[in-house]
């Protein structure tokens, strides 16, 4: 059975702003998901956003049932499919493209933002990390790192064309529960698709070591 992951935290999160914000990021690989899905979600979100605006809920609840709905499309819709996609393109499962994109992170990582962890998956890739004060902000450091690794790629495995969808998934962390929620989320992504009993065991996975549970 995988052992679970029980963080220790030696800091609590600031108080969060937009421009220096802590963020669970996941990019993916160009057609990793079939547009016609993409466009049947979208409906049904849709739908979904009109219900909830019909409520009559004051700004702050609004927000908060948005969030809600934004987020369990992802951990049910998309992360899922992405983790089973049978169809491919699988082109992080090459080690030296995976490695590419670790090295790329951990570079953003001592310039750009303090990285809290990673998960480099055959398809897809989760980050989580705090913009440093005075970085740029974040659709410019995510689209230099995707531009810069889609590159170095593309080179690697011998292919033009897009490598990275165009499409970000990007949710602002506001406190320390959705913090070690979503910590925990990445780092048992492996573990979720079948593909290694315990976290530690995927080569691709990255804890800060501030994260990490003494002994």
């Not at 992170?105 to 890739?125: D, E, I, P, R």
């Not at 913090?179 to 800060?208: H, K």
Request: proline residues 7%; neutral net charge; glycine residues 6%.
């Amino acid at each position: 059975m995988p052992r679970p992951y029980k963080p220790r935290y030696r800091r609590r999160l600031p108080h969060l702003q937009p421009k220096e914000g802590t963020f669970f990021v996941t990019y993916r690989l160009h057609g990793s998901i079939p547009m016609a899905l993409l466009r049947k979600w979208k409906l049904e979100q849709e739908e979904e956003i009109a219900r909830i605006g019909s409520l009559g809920l004051d700004t702050a609840d609004l927000e908060s049932k948005l969030a809600e709905l934004h987020w369990r499309y992802f951990t049910e819709r998309y992360d899922p499919y992405l983790d089973g996609n049978l169809n491919g393109p699988y082109w992080l499962s090459e080690p030296e493209v995976a490695r590419a994109v670790a090295d790329s992170l951990a570079y953003c990582g001592k310039h750009f933002f303090h990285l809290w962890a990673y998960c480099v998956m055959s398809n897809h890739v989760h980050a989580l990390f705090t913009l440093r004060e005075g970085s740029p902000p974040l659709y410019d450091v995510l689209g230099r790192h995707k531009s810069f690794t889609g590159n170095v790629a593309n080179k690697l495995l011998g292919r033009e064309g897009f490598f990275w969808q165009h499409e970000s998934y990007d949710h602002m962390v506001r406190n320390d529960k959705s913090f070690g929620w979503i910590l925990q989320y990445i780092l048992e992504n492996p573990v979720r698709a079948n593909l290694v009993e315990c976290w530690e065991d995927w080569p691709w996975t990255f804890c800060s070591a501030e994260l990490l549970p003494e002994g």
